[in-house]
């Protein structure tokens, strides 16, 4: 590769990493309010409660920036 192909991937990975990070941090938030309302609502039954990320789920985006760096995983 070239550098400017090298770079080209380069950024194509960070924008993919930055995705993940910001769909993770929704995920995160969106977790942390449905733990709130389920204690609000019932709280016996609020560690019961299941997960449920919906559209901030980051497992579709796992093991897509697969490298060099990233082989031995």
């Known amino acids: 590769m070239d550098g400017e192909e090298e770079s080209i991937v380069d950024r194509d990975k960070r924008e993919l990493r930055k995705l993940k990070r910001e769909i993770k941090r929704a995920g995160s ?10 204690l609000e609502t019932n709280p016996e039954e609020a560690h019961r409660s299941e997960e449920s990320l919906g559209r901030s789920s980051s497992q579709g985006l796992n093991r897509l920036d697969n490298d060099a760096t990233r082989r031995g995983y």
């Open 29 to 38: 938030k969106h977790r942390r309010r449905q733990l709130k309302r389920d």
